[in-house]
């Protein structure tokens, strides 16, 4: 007896999940489709309780932000690297960094005057390679940006992460600099390597546009309206060429695609931040968010608006023990902006 109550109990613990379907069959009757799908939605498991708070999950998923950082304002380092630094002189050009362009948002100085930005963040960059003269034909730095997963990278790549001792990298650049402005292999470059108020140059590649046609893509005025008897040729480019000739030159501008192209703009640094190497640069940037800019110092007549503030060669290099604040923000002019002379309202011989 006791063999045929184990037995049973071994049997009815193996059969416990019945089904709707054998349930009704031991009733002699047949399930219907209903009783089927109610039961199927009872077994299933989800993740959410119903199906609207799913709905609304995703609904909401846009508006949904996470917890504000807390930012400290000093940061003290422990240990500095093994850079000395060096007095510019005449032709000393100093490496640039790369950097991911986030989005734009609007900052207010002191004045109380808004200022478009553009937020770029300095993600794990490095210095990969050093390129000299004697090995290379020119001096430049091999810079390394951000993180790839090791299987998407090639052997040579990997063997340069090797020998620098860092991880894979995403994308990897090359700057030009002089003789005194190297920097060793292995060292990591941070926003404070700018001076907030400085104008630097943001070379990126902008965003694709598709095909279009010349108004768009050129600026073109295009044509005039029907009433000045323009006919069909409202946003036409008119005329290509000359009979002479009778050919189009190489590189008119023309309807075709408005694709990426590189541009360099000029930027000015508004506000660094060194917790989460955030860059912020006043105006608008070339490229998609999440897009590759190079950002250098300026050139030419440019880089006379930087006379006055002194960078650091070749880099930032902290002192041991001092406080630096963590976000660092560009003077306010010294004329308030809201300051209008004041003009009456009416002319003495009105």
């Known amino acids: 007896s006791s063999s045929s109550s184990s037995s049973s109990s071994s049997s009815s613990g193996r059969n416990a999940p019945a089904t709707a379907a054998t349930t009704l069959a031991v009733n002699n009757k047949q399930p219907s489709s209903m009783q089927l799908h109610l039961h199927a939605a009872q077994q299933r498991r989800s993740f959410y309780a119903s199906k609207w708070q799913k709905r609304l999950g995703h609904l909401l998923e846009g508006r949904r932000r996470p917890a504000p950082p807390e930012i400290k304002e000093k940061e003290v380092f422990d240990s500095s690297p093994d850079i000395l630094p060096v007095k510019p002189v005449l032709g000393s050009k100093r490496t640039g960094l790369l950097a991911y362009k986030i989005g734009c948002m609007g900052l207010w100085d002191e004045w109380g005057e808004k ?3 553009t937020v770029c963040q300095v993600d794990r960059l490095h210095v990969l390679r050093k390129l000299t003269i004697q090995r290379d034909g020119y001096e ?3 810079l390394g940006l951000g993180y790839r997963s090791a299987h998407r990278q090639s052997r040579p790549e990997l063997g340069l992460y090797i020998k620098a001792g860092v991880g894979p990298k995403h994308h990897i650049s090359e700057f030009r600099i002089s003789s005194d402005c190297m920097l060793p292999v292995g060292h990591q470059l941070s926003v404070r390597h700018f001076v907030p108020g400085q104008w630097c140059f943001v070379s990126g590649m902008t965003k694709t546009r598709g095909y279009h046609g010349p108004m768009k893509r050129w600026g073109f005025s295009g044509g005039g309206s029907d009433v000045r008897g323009h006919r069909q040729s409202h946003r036409a480019h008119g005329s290509m060429g000359q009979r002479g000739a009778a050919k189009i030159w190489k590189g008119k501008k023309s309807h ?16 660094i931040e060194a917790e989460r190497n ?4 006043k105006g608008s940037l070339p490229g998609f968010k999440g897009g590759i800019i190079k ?15 002194r960078l650091p060669y070749p880099t930032f290099i902290p002192e041991v023990g001092v406080e630096y604040p963590v976000t660092i923000e560009k003077p306010p002019p010294e004329r308030d902006p809201f300051l209008y002379p004041e003009q009456p309202l009416y002319q003495p011989n009105d």
């Not at 075709?256 to 506000?271: E, I, L, T």
């Not at 955030?278 to 640069?281: A, K, P, R, T, V």
């Open 256 to 271: 075709g695609h408005m694709g990426p192209d590189p541009r360099c703009v000029n930027a000015q640094v508004f506000r």
């Open 295 to 309: 950002i250098h110092d300026a050139r030419g007549s440019t880089a006379l608006k930087n006379k006055h503030i």
């Open 278 to 281: 955030l860059i912020f640069l």
């Open 115 to 117: 200022h478009m930005v």
């Open 140 to 142: 430049a730095l091999q």
